[in-house]
Each structure stands twice: as structure tokens, then as C-alpha cells.
């Protein structure tokens, strides 16, 4: 069994959700409060460790009359533990779980940074040799309870879960505006597909304009 996983992102018109200097202020107002609904709806969000480096983020539900109960559980995908130790993603806000490959579990627990995080309840999960295996990951995130996932990536992390057949839904805002660079994020980074047939495929299930952003809602083909 595994849960329900929603991919949540906001892109602009060329697919890009960040820039080549990490700036990712994409969407509206509006959008960002259907997020936070989202986020309020879901028991986890998960994000890679490259989004924890490159963002901060807390992962809370940000809205005026958002209480604790509100936050879903924190959940990164952080192969090589490389969280930094006063990531706020690990603060009391709500329960995180960190996610990191076997190969390093020795290292990781002999560290400072692990007793730490330890001491603020942060709990550990270790799968896969040098990277983490998100299945078995998903297994063990719907064994402690989480039926619905959402996941807000980045790129990488898209990448790997849609590969691994992982997602079963995505929600994505269209902001009109061009950034372009070949050292841009795109919605998906990865390896990538080889051949087109390969390709996932997706049905649109829902859309409309909020603002001027466009909302997408696609069910993922498996």
C-alpha cells in the first residue's frame, strides 16, 4: 500500500520553476492560498534535499487562521544527510521524517547534527544503498499513517517519483511569463526518458484561470 500522491508545483509558460539563480516567486496571491488548502488537505509533504538547501522552506500551513493541527507532516528526501543543522523544516512546527540511504546511516548517526535533530523529534527512515528507495519509502510513510502525499519536489525529485510510478496526481500553475536559460529548473530534471514512448502520459481532469494564473489538474496514466 502507498499513499495518494499529489504533485503540487507552479511553472512559468516555458516550464521553468525556478531561476538559474534559485529565484522561484512564481505564482499569485490566489495560487498560493490553493496551495496552503492543499497542504491543509494532505497528512505529508515531502520535498528533496535540494529544495531544503536552496529554500529554507518550513512547510507549515501559512494562513491567518492556520492552527498547529493544520501541518502535515515534513518528509525530505535527503540521501547523504545533508540537512543543514538549522534547516527550519526540522523546527517543532509539526513531525518531520528524514529520509537517507543505507551506505551513510553509520555516518549520519556518529554526527552532532544527528543528535540534534534527534533532540527536536525528528525521525530518521534508511532505505537503498547510496540513494533512497522511494518506494520504500511510500511503504513506510502509509504504514505510519499518511494516506495522502503531496510533493513538492524539486525537479530532481519529480523526476525519480514519476519514474517510479509514484505520483497518481499532478496540480500545476501556469503563470504567464517567459524565463528561459538552459540552467533554469524545469519541472522535471532527471536523467530523463530516451525515447518519447517512454513518456508518462497524463489526462487533463480539471482546469481554470485564477488571476492570471491557469490551474491544471492531470491524472497520471498507469
Not at 90 to 100: G, P, V
Not at 171 to 195: H, N, W, Y
Request: net charge negative.
Amino acid at each position: 500500500m502507498m499513499p495518494y500522491v499529489i504533485l503540487s508545483a507552479a511553472m512559468t509558460l516555458d516550464g521553468k520553476i525556478a531561476t538559474k539563480t534559485g529565484s522561484s516567486n512564481i505564482s499569485g496571491k490566489k495560487d498560493l492560498l490553493r496551495v496552503h488548502e492543499l497542504r491543509k488537505e494532505c497528512d505529508a509533504i515531502m520535498v528533496g534535499i535540494g529544495t531544503v538547501i536552496a529554500d529554507d522552506p518550513r512547510l507549515t500551513v501559512h494562513k491567518v487562521d492556520a492552527k498547529p493541527d493544520d501541518n502535515p507532516v515534513r518528509v525530505v528526501v535527503d540521501s547523504k544527510f545533508r540537512t543543514p543543522a538549522d534547516a527550519r523544516i526540522t523546527n517543532s512546527d509539526a513531525e518531520t521524517i528524514i529520509a537517507c540511504a543505507r551506505e551513510y546511516k553509520d555516518e549520519l548517526i556518529a554526527s552532532d547534527k544527528y543528535e540534534t535533530f534527534k533532540k527536536r523529534g525528528v525521525k530518521f527512515f534508511y532505505s537503498g544503498s547510496k540513494r533512497v528507495d522511494l518506494k520504500s519509502l511510500m511503504s513506510y510513510l502509509h504504514e505510519e499513517g499518511i494516506d495522502k502525499l503531496m510533493l513538492e519536489g524539486g525537479s530532481t525529485l519529480n523526476f525519480s517519483m514519476i519514474k517510479a510510478g509514484l505520483i497518481d496526481e499532478i496540480r500545476i500553475c501556469v503563470a504567464p511569463m517567459i524565463v528561459g536559460g538552459c540552467d533554469s529548473k524545469t519541472f522535471f530534471d532527471g536523467e530523463g526518458f530516451d525515447l518519447m514512448g517512454e513518456a508518462v502520459k497524463l489526462e487533463l481532469t480539471d482546469s481554470y484561470q485564477l488571476d492570471k494564473d491557469l490551474i491544471l489538474t492531470y491524472k497520471v496514466l498507469k
